[in-house]
C-alpha cells in the first residue's frame, strides 16, 4: 500500500507544487515512511511510501523515470511475478539491484507498452506519463485492491489513492452525485467508475485509461469470463491440490513483510482457510516470516457468536489469538470523521466493532491485514445449479438438486429459482422486473420520486443487474467484479488505510481466480456442500465443526442490537429532519412516518431502522461536504 498523485497540464504550464504537497499530505496515512514528490513540463507526480521492511532496498522513493527521461511512472503496488517479469525482459542496464515494483512496471512499459497489464500479477495502481506523446497511461489491477481516482477540469488532469485528493483543487467542484446516491439509499449498486462525488470518476477494476488534450478514454483489459482449462485431466485430488497451493502462494505474496501481520478469523470457511493456507506456509518454512496473529469479534450471548468455532481453528495454529467485543458506544461518535477518512458514506452499522478492531491493531503494530473477502463471491456454488441447468445439463443438474434438498432444504428453493430464472433471458428479466417493483410497489415509501425515477432510468439505460448475464456458462464471475463487491473491496482500502494498514485479500488472486474459473462444471459440483472446493481442499486442517459447517446465522441479531439505543441521540445530534439535507432524496410524507416510529420506539424492524441509518449517514457525509473547500493549500 502507498499513497499516489498527479497533476497534468496538457499545455505544458508549471504545476503548482503547494497544491501537489497538499494532495499527497491528505494521504500521508497510506505512507508513514516518507513524501516525496516532482514536478517538471506541466506534469507533477507524489508519492507517499509504506515500507513493508524495516531495511528494504526495493522500496525506493518515486516517480521513477526511464534515464531518457521519455516516461516516469507513479504507483502504488506489489508484484508477484518478479523473477517472470525479470527473466520476460532480460537484461534492463538501467534497473536498480534488487529492482523496485514501480521500475519493473516501468520498463515492462517501455518494452511491452500496454500489454505490461496482461504481464504482471499482483496488486496495483500506476500512472505512467509519457512526454513525447503528451499521454498519460493508468491501470489498476483485477480486483481492484488498490484504488485510483481521477477527475478532469479545464486544461488539466488529476489523479490520487483517495477521492479527497481531487476534490481539494478549487477547480473541482464538490458536488453530490444524485444518481450513486440515491443507489446507496437504495442498496441498488450498479455504477463501478462513478463516486459518491460529481467531479471524481474512479478507475474501475481490471480497467486501465489513456488520458490526453482530446479526452479520456477507459479499456477493460481483463475479464473474469473465459478461462478455461482445457488441459486438466486429473481428477479430482490434483484440483484440490493446486487451489490449495494457490492459496497458499497467494497467501505467500502478501506476507513477504518483516512487520506484525493480523489476519481475520470469524470461524467460517473463507477466513479459516486463509489462517490455515499461512500456518501451512510457516509449517514449510518460518524463516524471515513476519509474526502473525489472528484478530476476532466475537458475540457473547448471541446466535451470531462464533467463539467455539474460532477456538476450534486457533487451537490448530501457530499464531496467537486475539478476540475482542464490539463496545457499545453512541454509534454516531466520530462517525462525520470516519466519513472524511473513507469518502463516502457506508452501510455498515457494525462500526463499534471497526472501532474496538482499529484500536487492536493499532496497539499491536499491525501493518498487514489478511482477510477471507472474496471468497463468497469466488467459491459462490449458488451459482452452480443455474450454470448447469442454463448449459442444458438436465442430468447432473437434477443429480445435484437432489443433494441439496437432502443437506439444505431453504438453499435448494433458492437455488431452483435461480435456476428457471437464469433461463429467462436478460431483457425479459428486466422487463418482468420492472412491472413486478410497480406492482408490488417495493420501492419504500420514504424514498423520493427522483430517487425512483432516477434509478429506473439508470437501469433500463444500463441493461444490467451487476451479474453476468453472458453466454458464459460461469456465472461466479459476475459476481466477482460485481458493483457491490468493488464497493466493499474499497471501503476496507480505505478504512484500513486511515491507521497505516495494508489490507490484502488472498482469494481476490489473479492465478487462484482464473484457476477456479477455468473448472469444469462437473468439478464445481458440490454434492450439497456449500464452498465444497475450500472445504475438501482443507480438510486435513480444518476442524470438523467447520469443515461440516451449514449455514450460518448471520449478524442480524448483533446489528439489532447495535441499532437498539442508537436513535437516542439522533435528535440531538442531527436536529429536526425537516431541516435535513438529505431531504432532496426523500418523500416528506414517507419518511416522517419512519422517522416517527424509530426515534419513538414504536417499532422493532431491523429492516425500519436499517434504512433510517443509511439515511442518517448520508445526511452526516453531506453536511461533511464543506470540509473538502477548508483544506488548508
Not at 487451537?315 to 453512541?330: I, V
Not at 415509501?445 to 434509478?455: F, I, M, N, Q, T
Request: hydrophobic share 40%; with cysteine.
Amino acid at each position: 500500500m502507498s499513497g499516489i498523485g498527479g497533476i497534468v497540464r496538457w499545455d505544458g504550464g508549471p504545476v503548482s507544487e503547494s497544491r501537489l504537497r497538499t494532495m499527497m499530505r491528505l494521504v500521508a496515512h497510506r505512507g508513514p515512511d516518507g513524501l516525496t514528490w516532482n514536478t517538471g513540463d506541466g506534469v507533477g507526480f507524489g508519492h507517499a511510501l509504506h515500507a513493508l521492511r524495516r531495511s528494504d532496498s526495493r522500496q525506493r522513493p518515486q516517480p521513477v523515470s526511464l534515464p531518457d527521461g521519455s516516461c516516469s511512472i507513479v504507483a502504488d503496488a506489489r508484484i508477484d511475478n518478479r523473477e517472470d517479469v525479470m527473466r520476460a525482459l532480460g537484461s534492463v542496464t538501467w534497473i536498480h539491484e534488487p529492482e523496485s515494483d514501480a521500475e519493473l512496471i516501468l520498463a515492462g512499459f517501455d518494452r511491452w507498452g500496454e500489454e505490461v497489464v496482461h504481464r504482471i500479477a499482483g496488486d496495483f495502481a500506476f500512472a505512467i506519463w509519457m512526454g513525447a506523446a503528451r499521454q498519460l497511461f493508468a491501470a489498476r489491477d483485477p480486483f481492484g485492491a488498490r484504488p485510483l481516482y481521477y477527475g478532469r477540469y479545464p486544461g488539466a488532469f488529476v489523479f490520487g489513492s483517495e477521492p479527497k485528493q481531487i476534490l481539494t483543487l478549487p477547480e473541482v467542484s464538490v458536488e453530490a452525485d444524485d444518481l450513486v446516491v440515491s443507489e446507496f439509499l437504495m442498496l441498488s449498486f450498479r455504477e463501478t467508475g462513478r463516486t459518491f462525488f460529481r467531479g471524481v470518476s474512479k478507475l474501475p477494476p481490471a480497467h486501465s485509461l489513456t488520458a490526453s488534450v482530446e479526452g479520456t478514454a477507459v479499456t477493460r483489459y481483463w475479464s473474469p469470463e473465459g478461462h478455461p482449462d482445457g488441459d486438466r485431466t486429473d481428477r479430482p485430488l490434483v484440483v484440490l491440490d493446486r487451489f490449495r497451493e494457490l492459496l497458499i502462494a497467494s497467501v505467500a505474496h502478501r506476507v513477504n513483510t518483516d512487520f506484525p501481520v493480523a489476519a481475520h478469523l470469524s470461524g467460517g470457511i473463507d477466513s479459516s482457510s486463509v489462517v490455515v493456507a499461512a500456518a501451512e506456509l510457516y509449517r514449510r518454512d518460518a524463516s524471515d516470516r513476519p509474526d502473525i496473529c489472528t484478530v476476532s469479534a466475537v458475540f457473547p450471548g448471541l446466535e451470531c457468536d462464533e467463539t467455539a468455532l474460532i477456538r476450534a481453528v486457533s487451537s490448530r495454529l501457530p499464531f496467537r489469538a486475539l478476540t475482542y467485543q464490539p463496545d457499545s458506544g453512541p454509534l454516531l461518535d466520530g462517525l462525520q470523521e470516519e466519513l472524511w477518512v473513507v469518502d463516502s458514506p457506508f452501510v455498515s452499522v457494525l462500526r463499534n466493532a471497526w472501532r474496538r478492531e482499529a484500536g487492536l491493531l493499532e496497539e499491536l503494530g499491525i501493518h498487514s491485514l489478511l482477510t477471507g473477502l472474496g471468497g463468497d463471491e469466488l467459491l459462490d456454488d449458488s451459482t452452480v445449479l443455474g450454470d448447469l441447468f442454463r448449459s442444458r445439463r438436465f442430468g447432473l443438474w437434477f443429480r445435484e438438486l437432489q443433494s441439496r434438498t437432502r443437506t439444505s432444504a431453504g438453499s435448494s428453493r433458492r437455488a431452483l429459482l435461480a435456476a428457471v430464472r437464469s433461463l429467462i433471458p436478460g431483457a425479459v428479466r428486466r422487463t418482468l422486473g420492472g412491472w413486478r417493483s410497480r406492482l408490488s410497489r417495493q420501492d419504500p415509501a420514504w424514498a423520493g420520486a427522483d430517487v425512483v425515477r432516477r434509478l429506473a432510468a439508470h437501469r433500463s439505460a444500463a441493461g444490467h443487474s451487476g451479474v453476468s448475464t453472458g453466454p458464459s456458462p460461469n456465472s461466479i464471475a459476475g459476481y466477482l467484479v460485481g458493483p457491490h463487491h468493488v464497493w466493499g473491496v474499497e471501503a476496507a482500502n480505505s478504512r484500513y488505510a486511515s491507521l497505516g494498514v495494508e489490507v490484502a485479500h488472498p482469494f481476490l488472486d489473479r492465478a487462484l481466480a482464473e484457476f477456479v474459473l477455468g473448472l469444469p462444471l462437473d468439478e464445481r459440483l458440490t454434492h450439497g456442500q456449500q464452498k465444497a472446493l475450500a472445504r475438501r481442499a482443507f480438510a486435513a486442517e480444518l476442524p470438523t465443526e467447520v469443515r461440516e459447517l451449514g449455514e450460518r446465522v448471520g449478524y442480524n441479531r448483533a446489528v439489532a442490537r447495535t441499532l437498539s439505543t442508537w436513535w437516542q441521540v439522533l435528535p440531538e445530534t442531527l436536529g429536526p429532519p425537516e431541516r435535513w439535507q438529505v431531504s432532496r432524496y426523500l418523500d416528506r410524507d414517507g419518511f416522517l412516518p419512519l422517522y416517527d416510529d424509530v426515534v419513538n420506539r414504536s417499532t422493532a424492524d431491523t429492516t425500519l431502522m436499517e434504512e433510517l441509518w443509511r439515511i442518517a449517514v448520508v445526511e452526516l457525509w453531506m453536511r461533511g461536504l464543506r470540509r473538502y473547500n477548508q483544506v488548508e493549500r
